[in-house]
């Protein structure tokens, strides 16, 4: 269910074109060629919505103006039509059935009361000749805040009707990468074929580097990726040992379908379990993330590791395995997927936390994985889990990690473990398969 934000916690340009080739059967990434289109170039001035973090003074909201920028109604709705080097305007209603492509470093604005609509998703063709992860970026910006006026866009790479791509909602087709894309504002919503993350990889890719300053997203997995991070069989992210997701501020829904996490990794097959080297750090706003059978609602997908894991501050919920009734795979709310060969570090600083999972642990390990290491040091910290898995620490039939708690008040709930402190110093909750039953050692 949506909810608000607490107090609001919670330019000339070119466009270029493919040959006109249909996309190839296979799996891997069409290349964009450099064909010059006629692009009209408008000078009269549009003013948007800019955001930036800091430590000290949290999301810091900037009216801007941009003068030299493109119509993005003025580029055909052509096969492999793409965004290159600079700043685009949705200045009304437009729809895109043929996907629409991202080279460079693109800057969207989208005008109040209007709605890009982009049938077959949106693609970061970090594959392209000269192009890379790290150089392929799309930014998105609104003109406000307001729900029932700020810009709208629905970029479904299913609505062509089809389904056999394997493509990301925003994002790499099969075997790409994400790219960057950062939105910091509009109400925009991302929806992945099969195998395809909803922003971020496609099929057999790793997700991309995903920040989100503001407005509301809603992110939607193909099956078996992650709705933010990777298709199926992908990591968080590209990047290692630093962030590849980061949320400041907005409202983010992110809803996953099949084996991977709602925020995090996709699947993998159970021979290959797989390591991920990246970070998810959530700073503020309202999160709200749903997994649906073995992966994490934040982490990991199943067999695959989670990334590390920050909660400094906001408003997170994250539920795990909702609706599987097998039994056999479970990924915790925030942490690893079913059957991962580890789980990695999770920490939280502050802000409001919910958690729960069935046989996964609330906060921690998903069923049958290795456990981590879990620190809490701050916020209000809910953990529930409902079956055989502790509230924080092991899934059902997982090894135990290491729980710290030095600050906050923490709530974790079990079938044999209810606690409440306003400090707790030490408390581990596991699942004992010897004795069937949780513990608590305060």
């Not at 997995?221 to 962030?243: F, K, L, M, P, Q």
């Not at 809803?255 to 159970?270: L, M, Q, R, Y």
Request: aromatic share 8%.
């Amino acid at each position: 269910m949506r909810k608000k934000i607490l107090g609001r916690i919670i330019s000339a340009v070119t466009a270029v074109v493919l040959s006109g080739a249909a996309p190839a059967a296979g799996g891997t990434a069409d290349i964009l060629r450099n064909t010059v289109v006629f692009a009209e170039e408008s000078n009269e001035s549009v003013k948007y919505l800019d955001r930036e973090w800091t430590k000290e003074n949290g999301i810091t909201t900037l009216q801007k103006t941009c003068t030299e920028y493109t119509k993005l109604s003025n580029l055909s709705d052509s096969i492999g039509v793409a965004m290159k080097d600079g700043w685009y305007v949705v200045d009304k209603n437009i729809t895109f059935n043929n996907r629409l492509g991202v080279l460079g470093d693109v800057h969207l604005i989208i005008r109040d009361g209007c709605t890009l609509t982009c049938k077959d998703g949106i693609r970061l063709a970090t594959k392209n000749p000269g192009q890379s992860a790290s150089t392929v970026k799309l930014s998105i910006y609104s003109q406000s805040d307001e729900n029932d006026s700020m810009g709208i866009l629905k970029a479904d790479a299913t609505a062509d009707g089809t389904d056999d791509t394997k493509k990301a909602g925003i994002g790499g087709d099969e075997n790409e990468t994400g790219g960057t894309v950062s939105i910091y504002g509009g109400n925009i919503t991302a929806k992945g074929e099969i195998f395809g993350a909803g922003i971020g990889g496609g099929k057999d890719a790793n997700g991309g580097i995903v920040n989100i300053y503001g407005g509301i997203v809603n992110a939607i997995a193909g099956s078996d990726g992650a709705a933010i991070g990777g298709g199926i069989h992908g990591a968080t992210s590209w990047v290692e040992n630093r962030s590849g997701i980061n949320i400041y501020g907005g409202e983010t829904y992110a809803t996953g379908h099949g084996f991977g996490a709602a925020i995090g990794s996709g699947e993998t097959i159970p021979d290959e379990k797989r390591s991920d080297l990246s970070e998810i750090h959530i700073y503020g706003g309202y999160v709200e993330a749903n997994a649906e059978v073995g992966g994490a609602a934040i982490g990991g997908g199943a067999h695959m590791e989670n990334p590390v894991i920050y909660i400094h501050d906001g408003v997170v919920r994250a539920e795990a395995a909702k609706i599987y009734e097998d039994g056999n795979y479970y990924g915790a709310g925030i942490g690893s997927g079913s059957d991962a060969p580890y789980t990695d570090k999770i920490f939280i600083y502050d802000g409001l936390v919910f958690a729960t999972s069935s046989d996964g642990a609330g906060i921690g390990s998903g069923r049958n994985s290795k456990g981590g290491d879990i620190y809490i040091d701050g916020g209000y910290v809910t953990a529930i889990a409902e079956g055989g898995g502790a509230a924080i620490g092991s899934g059902r039939d997982a090894d135990n990690g290491y729980v710290l708690i030095e600050g906050g008040t923490v709530i974790a709930v079990s079938e044999m473990c209810i606690e409440k402190s306003e400090y707790l110093k030490h408390m581990i909750s596991y699942y004992s398969p010897a004795s069937n039953k949780g513990k608590c050692i305060p």
